[in-house]
């Protein structure tokens, strides 16, 4: 009944989404299907939150109101003469023309096999991201609760309450429909489909052809922050997508697109608020990309739709007198160690915690030295162009080569592993180097990013220069390294801070089709991406190890919902807790959480989530109805009147009334 409920609920949404998107008669297949996923997205949250006014968030009313907004689709469509959509007259021979290029191809067969393999993922493992199981989930199913997108009473993290709510509303609303959290990564699943084809719509807009912008999309899809989120229930997948969708409208012509674009940005900032350090690169191409005469405009629309998209800080401001609710922002540390620390992120320089470099065969420096000389000679004799290649191999080799180092430090381990499992060894260390961690929060986007940027870069500036791309191709490539000092001047150094770029990394995308030209480099990005796809999905997807056969990166409890991904000795979970509070408390159950901030609370609720969880106050008081109290480290409440059931090395306790 779940899924019926969904698959209904889902084809009303984007059926009116597709007739109201008709009606705006776009001149373009990406303009009308991008405008419906807005319209879809708008649709959702602005129902949500008309159904929280009276607390009737709720299947029944959901489906109502959905089937409510169709029929006015349907009434208006009619009224406006029943246009129809824009489609190309050939489809089948556009994209056969496409996939005629072999490097296409097989970029193809990657993006495929890739998102298959993600997308079961999603539908078959439960999350075990720390921030989705902190915050993410746990503020989505409390909303589908209490019947309303509203404040959390005594939520121990007040991100739950504070940050901005779409992609959670969104998530929600799968909750809702299905009756529990199998497509809770709806959300970030769409938005990589519609990035890509927001990265092909920019790249035409630029002036490369379908196959170049196919090949940027497709690439992307395949990057590894890209590839690693897909399958969770964050939200920097949504934001991004919104931005690169914003850019696309607004960089055409006609009002209807300006208001498109108004409308991404405002869905953006109701998502996540590091849409703000997207601002500048986003606006920077936007500006290049128009007249001057447009440009008041422009801002017009901007500024309503940063409006728009603040309505949740106003709320934030009503309740706690702060924008933020009091959410504590780390800016500390010297901006110019921040500065290099997350370029050398972004370079795939850095290794697992950023605090150190991956390490580097020493002929990797005497490489670049090599090239610099013969470059050099080149240069002498007057050979430009060669001088030029000659210094790009040299970067490129000693960008890459820390990252080859790790992976061939992996194939040996597997192999190693392979021949203890067939007796021709005894069993070797196994896994990955402990330097080396990838992960949906602390990747960056991989070495054929690397590749690409620094490469495709480079064409993109000849072209540029020789006229053969406008200007604004070069504000698209110059995106990255403006946000990334935005986020490092802005904010204390992260490692996890390179998911706040993938808007810019979307929009240098766009331009990464010229590299189609040089087939060498073209060949050599799918094969970087291949590998990098086999480490990445085969030892940390799904969360965190993929590769059963690894003893190193198994555990008979992956696929339980008590298995975290990470930071249980720092007291956000335990595993002995949650595997007693999914097989020994019922599914009906009423439970009492009193733990504190950065403890993962979502293992608290069952698959459908039938459960109902509270939170003690911060004044020890516990609900009246609670049935069962579960009290973290740290945390002393008067338990009179309840009988322990459990206590755990860690300092969990569960206790029964």
Not at 110 to 121: I, N
Not at 268 to 294: E, Y
Not at 457 to 468: C, E, H, M, P, S
């Amino acid at each position: 009944m779940g899924v019926l409920a969904l698959v209904l609920g889902g084809g009303l949404v984007a059926a009116s989404a597709a007739l109201f998107a008709s009606c705006l008669r776009l001149r373009s297949t990406v303009s009308f299907l991008l405008a419906a996923y807005l319209l879809t997205s708008a649709e959702i949250v602005a129902l949500s939150l008309l159904l929280s006014t009276g607390h009737w968030l709720d299947r029944g009313p959901l489906l109502v109101a959905l089937f409510a907004v169709f029929a006015v689709a349907v009434v208006v469509w009619r009224l406006s003469g029943g246009p129809r959509p824009a489609w190309p007259a050939d489809f089948v021979g556009l994209v056969r023309s496409v996939v005629l290029d072999r490097v296409v191809a097989t970029f193809v067969a990657l993006a495929v096999l890739t998102h298959a393999y993600l997308l079961a993922s999603a539908l078959t493992v439960p999350q075990g991201v720390e921030d989705a199981l902190l915050y993410h989930l746990p503020r989505a199913a409390l909303w589908r609760q209490q019947h309303a997108v509203a404040h959390v009473a005594d939520a121990p993290d007040e991100r739950i309450n504070a940050f901005s709510p779409n992609a959670e509303i969104e998530t929600m609303a799968s909750m809702i429909l299905s009756d529990g959290d199998r497509f809770v990564t709806i959300a970030q699943l769409l938005a990589v489909l519609f990035a890509c084809l927001a990265i092909v719509g920019v790249a035409r807009r630029l002036g490369l052809s379908l196959r170049a912008g196919v090949f940027g999309a497709l690439a992307f899809s395949t990057f590894t922050v890209v590839a690693l989120q897909t399958p969770t229930a964050l939200n920097d997948l949504v934001v991004g997508s919104l931005l690169i969708i914003c850019a696309y409208f607004a960089a055409g012509t006609s009002r209807t697109e300006l208001a498109l674009a108004a409308l991404a940005l405002a869905l953006a900032l109701g998502t996540k608020l590091t849409t703000l350090f997207a601002l500048p690169a986003l606006a920077l191409f936007v500006l290049s990309s128009q007249p001057r005469r447009r440009w008041p405009s422009i801002v017009l629309f901007g500024a309503a739709a940063l409006l728009a998209g603040s309505v949740w800080l106003g709320v934030n401001l009503a309740r706690t007198g702060q924008l933020d609710a009091g959410v504590a922002v780390d800016r500390g540390g010297p901006a110019a160690e921040r500065v290099g620390l997350s370029f050398l992120d972004l370079l795939e320089l850095s290794d697992a915690e950023g605090k150190d470099l991956l390490e580097s065969p020493l002929w990797g420096i005497g490489a670049f030295i090599a090239a610099l000389a013969v470059a050099g000679v080149l240069a002498a004799r007057r050979k430009w162009r060669q001088s030029g290649v000659a210094v790009l191999v040299g970067v490129l080799s000693f960008l890459a080569l820390p990252m080859l180092s790790a992976w061939a430090e992996v194939a040996r381990r597997a192999l190693g592993q392979v021949r203890a499992a067939v007796g021709l060894s005894e069993a070797t260390a196994g896994g990955v180097p402990d330097r080396l961690l990838e992960s949906p929060m602390h990747s960056s986007y991989g070495l054929a990013f690397v590749l690409l940027l620094v490469a495709a870069g480079t064409l993109v500036v000849v072209d540029v220069a020789r006229r053969r791309l406008p200007a604004n191709a070069l504000a698209a490539l110059g995106g990255v390294p403006l946000t990334l000092l935005v986020v490092a001047f802005s904010l204390a150094y992260d490692p996890q801070h390179m998911r706040y770029i993938v808007f810019p990394v979307a929009l240098a995308s766009t331009v990464f089709g010229v590299a189609l030209r040089v087939r060498i480099l073209a060949w050599t990005t799918a094969a970087v991406s291949a590998v990098t796809l086999l480490v990445v999905v085969g030892y940390f997807v799904p969360r965190p190890g993929g590769v059963a056969f690894l003893p190193e990166n198994r555990e008979s409890d992956r696929t339980a919902r008590w298995f975290v991904q990470g930071g249980e000795g720092r007291g956000k979970g335990d595993p002995e807790a949650f595997r007693f509070l999914e097989l020994e408390i019922p599914p009906d159950a009423t439970l009492a959480l009193a733990v504190l901030r950065d403890t993962y609370l979502y293992p608290a609720w069952d698959a459908r989530l039938r459960r109902t969880v509270l939170f003690v106050g911060e004044d020890g008081r516990i609900p009246d109805q609670a049935e069962w109290l579960v009290i973290g480290p740290r945390k002393n409440v008067d338990t009179t009147g309840w009988r322990p059931e459990l206590a755990t090395e860690r300092g969990w306790r569960i206790l029964r009334r």
